[in-house]
């Protein structure tokens, strides 16, 4: 018995021991594993921390983390997006960020798009919004206003080839119908006092708004704008010569070059709003980034390897290599601004707005997207349609 | 024949013994990691599978364990499970226990006025002790001694001198190099050193820093207190909630009885979405089912028939849609249906010059939704009435022709009540997994077209699983799951109860032989 004891009693001991060595594990999307195995090779030389690097599909890291770190079992890094931290935030899974001098090197929105609650809780990595993206071909020249991109669509459309001059994802997608939107004012969650998101303050109904939705129901109406597209329609429609300009992302670019497509990236068309002036269409900006776990148990190890590895010009530079999207680490920007893709998308990105990253967000869409599909169908007028889904949004909220 | 018992005995005992040495590994890795849960589960476990082997009286059991042990793990624990989340507020802010989240409060700290930083250097005795020496900005330095920091003279000779002129050594501690400062950091991490009142802790790899604690958990009345603002924040609806309301995030988990079925019951536009939802859920997998059945079975009847030529050829291109997967078949047909692009609206459009709104007119999506789910669910009926078709006699059919009877009344009074008792209950499990159908809805329509006018999300083709998909995790912050079990499990009860309707109404689960 005492000789059993004895055992367990050293098994203890070697365990606890064998837990003191640091390991950092990191959840990262296929596109990124690559840079951060080679990075930790170096890291390991360097420190002797050895770091593991699991890859899981992106979109699967959020719902893995929350099941996984409350129970001490998730990885002390993930790779995310922003719009991800409110809900994580709140939930409690997530350490802040200090900088320290580091937060010169980052573009101020994409910092900002991190934040939650005051707190920075997330390093930025690449940011990603969309813009137009045009067959050369089909455009002899870009319409910088919507009153030109109309008389274009009304020459070149015909639905029985099919052709049309312009085509988005609206079936229903409201993320890519928000630069309609936004041009005149529209807006998902405005400002409270302190400069933090108030989820009771709702402008998908204003003036704004309604007037980029009218736009939406009258370019269906007069069959200028097919509806009902899903992703895999656009890029049908797109590669296949039928649409002369998509509203799409960086995430297009790589098929479009594969696709034998000339193509051009510009600015989504200016709106003229009620007071005449125009206004550019802001879309969301999206941004993805590094994230530590509030569960790991080597938190200074995992900021110090964010901060001082990952927030390197050659790191962010591999990054970007490997999936090209505008950096949000500045000195590296300067490396890559000189590509064409980069800075057309990045000039309709600096008028855009972060995506909300509050977790109240997870009301808006559905209500937001019925409301779109009401008015593409011609069931409901914009303001009908739109009136009622600030209202259902503001009734999940329990705003009073 | 000895022999050969003696062999199976040994094997037997020989695998039972490795199970055994199995479950005593796992057990004591369980105690080491605290999960006594997990432990008593493994314990009962392995006793009961002893028994069963080596007692005689248990032999049945040896093969109805692995049964009743794949039902308690796959039907009887989620069950008990999803009810026991029914009863909590599990949802986006309460994910945490209370326990964690009082830890992790307790773990903050917020920088005091005068923050300070030092530099150090960590040093390492061989018995693995570990102490460091801070450096100030002032020029003073601090050696670390248990837990407090105590000025020192770094001129004391004890202190060794390496060539640069920092201190490498001191009595039997030797200094760290950075990449050993890497391998202790979560030593390091830990420690909490006090100095005059303050905590000094590891700031970043390079620093330590000071700090304050920013919150003190008081057990005798369940609260935080904010230990930089002094406000108490009481424990209220899984929230540290001061006196004007402010909450602290994180929140965490607690039990609230039955205030999730309440919300759903009472809820005015919940009650106001029932009825129609429910209607259309019910239509939806009536519908499909009667429809799949009768093609199924007139496919099935007509295959069966031995003068038709090339059956096999027909049978193999009829099952296609069963054999491709339905996620895939789904989106290729929400493809085609759709109105400005879709082939089907072409073919229309070449045919009579009109356009239908498919999934965007309430009807029509709905036509659109049952048509597809017909086609992607009668190729199990075809199967399931073929072998009933063959299992009925041949002899029932000659006796019947002999007597005069027509085709349509051998069909209606020997295949007919043959096939039911075999294919009823059949019927019945498959309209209860269309009333769940999720996938479908929300691969082809998400539930839409929405509805102007709704209280709720509920569109015009969502079904109750969608619709609550949708409150439960596109309304408030997302991820309400205490409130998603709760409609699980109403949506539980009101399948179990048209079952068992259907089940006495049909009689399928009685004796066959009084069917005949």
Redesign the interface.
Known sequence: MKKLLLVVLGLTVGLAAFAQAPKLVIWADDTRTPVLRDLAVEFKAITGVEIEVVEIAFDQIRGQFITAAPTGQGPDIIVGAHDWVGELAANGLLEPVDFGPKLAEFSVSSVQAFSYGGKNYGVPQGTENIAIIYNKALVPEMPKTWDELLVFARQITDPTKPMYALVFQNGPDPYHWFPMLSACGGYVFGPDASGALNPCDVGLANEGALRGAQLFADMIEEGLLPAGVSWDTMRALFFGGNAAMVISGPWLVADTKAAGIDYGIAMIPSIQCADGSYGVPKPFIGVQGFMVSAFSQNKLLAFDFLLNYIATTDTMLALYNRNPRPPAHLPTFELVKSDPDIAAFGLQGQNGIPMPNIPEMASVWGAWADAQSLIANGQATPEQALQEAVQKIKAALKCP | MAGREVVAQGAKLGLLALLDAAAVWAA?SL??RGDHLLLAVLAAGALLLNFVVLSRRAYPLRFLLPGLVFLFAMVVYPIGYTINVSLTNLQ??N???KS??IA?LEGRYYLPPDHATFSYWAFRNPQGELRVILLAQDGRSYLSEGSQLLPVDLTDPRFVRGTDGTVVAFDDFTRLS???I??S?????RLDLMLEGVHVR????REFGTYLRKYEYLRDVDAIRDLETGIVYTAREGYFTSPDGVRI??GFQIYVGFRNYLDVLTNP?IRADFTRVFGWTVAWSFLTVFFSFWLGLVLAYLLNDPYVRGRFFYRSLLIIPYAMPAFISA?VW??LF????GVINRIIGELFGTKV?W???PMWARAALIFINVWLTYPYMMIVSLGALQSIPKEMYEAARVDGATGWQRFWTITMPLLWVSVAPLLIGSFAFTFNNFTIIWLVTAG???V??A???A?ATDILISWTY?LA???????QLGLASAVSIIIFVIIATISAVNFRFTRALEDVSRGV
Not at chain 2, 202 to 205: E, G, M, S, Y
Not at chain 2, 473 to 479: A, L, Q, S
């Open positions: 004591v105690l080491l986006t802010g994910l945490l226990t964690q989240v992790q950075l990449a050993q890497y391998q950091l979560p030593a390091l991490e590891l700031a970043t790899v995030e994180p536009g989106l929400a493809g759709n109105t400005d692009l709104r999934l965007q007119d839409r077209p929405a102007l006018g209280a709720t999300p569109g949708r995790f596109e309304g408030d912050r997302g991820n």
